[in-house]
């Protein structure tokens, strides 16, 4: 099994190059922007677009995966609308006839939860993390508006649907043959983070934890040095063989090392020594960020990651 998952998977990093945020939706027939891949055995994902949310790629610009259980379906990210949800599970239908019995919000933004209303309808579980959940009760209209405005009409039928289980630190699922164990592994891109590992795999689903084609996004709310401290130690502890990031294809843990623990820690380190130097805000944002500048959203992303580095690194 592990000679075909590493063929699979190497099949798909092949391909990376291609994850431009330039390039037309993949699958026209569908809402989703590409069809479902098997990434190892009973492990799909629909990978989304590396570009920003437009109406072209319909708010699929993160991973939608599945799990196969043997037992039921377990949902990774409730999709940006009740029509992307909806698109998924058509394509889950045409895989298997085992039903879809927990949907899990990797965190609580808008690709991750706004579908939310389609599984809920449906009467399945969604589970998330505590501030994920806390992040969506506060937020969840403006998200909600947002979409509406890029998304027009396929943004019928999606309404906020917070999920109905929660958890802290970590749940355990155990379904059919599998075991999942959903996971807060410490602070690091957002609110409620969740990584999805599955030990007898060796597959970690990691969510906005890891990056490798796009450039990651700093928040205003984000400890930079906490992501760093969480990545470098209880994620990579996890050893996984396979990486199903946020966004972008099917990789291993020395690319998501790369483009996120180390991208982290150059701008770090240029935003230290701009302060050391005496540099302002206003010359933060032209620090030199050059060796990332292949990753797509380069150009939004950039940077304000730097003005807000130089922000939380003004007062350590």
């Not at 190892?40 to 994902?45: N, Q, W, Y």
Request: net charge negative.
């Amino acid at each position: 099994m592990k000679r075909i998952a590493l063929t699979s998977v190497l099949a798909l990093c092949a391909v990376a190059a291609n994850a431009s945020e330039d390039i037309a939706d993949k699958y026209p027939q569908s809402e989703l922007y590409d069809k479902p891949v098997e990434v190892i055995p009973h492990v799909f994902s629909a990978i989304g677009a590396t570009a920003p949310p437009t109406y072209e790629n319909s708010g699929h610009n993160n991973n939608l995966s599945f799990v196969l259980t043997g037992d039921g379906v377990v949902v990774i990210n409730g999709g940006a609308s009740a029509r992307l949800a909806a698109a998924l599970h058509d394509e889950i239908k045409a895989i298997t006839d085992q039903p879809v019995k927990l949907v899990i919000n990797e965190n609580g933004q808008g690709h991750a939860m706004l579908g939310n209303s389609y599984w809920a309808d449906l009467g399945v579980d969604i589970l998330a993390h505590e501030d994920a959940i806390a992040a969506v009760e506060e937020n969840g209209d403006f998200i909600l508006q947002g979409m509406m405005r890029y998304n027009q009409d396929k943004a019928e039928g999606t309404r906020i649907a917070l999920p109905n289980l929660s958890f802290s630190d970590s749940y355990s699922v155990e379904m059919g043959d599998v075991t999942l164990e959903v996971l807060h592994l410490g602070s690091a891109h957002g609110p409620g983070d969740t990584q999805v590992w599955i030990p007898q795999w060796g597959i970690v689903i990691a969510g906005d934890i890891a990056f490798h084609e796009r450039m990651p996004p700093i928040f205003a709310d984000t400890c930079t040095s906490c992501w760093i401290e969480t990545f470098d130690g209880p994620f990579t502890a996890l050893g996984a063989t396979y990486v199903i990031p946020g966004h972008g294809h099917p990789t291993n843990m020395a690319q998501v090392t790369r483009y996120t623990s180390d991208y982290l820690k150059d701008l770090r380190a240029k935003i230290g020594q701009h302060i050391d130097d005496g540099g302002d805000l206003a010359g933060a944002y032209y620090v030199d960020q050059a060796a990332w500048a292949h990753l797509d959203t380069f150009e939004e992303l950039a940077t304000k990651n730097a003005g807000r580095v130089y922000e939380e690194m003004e007062w350590e």
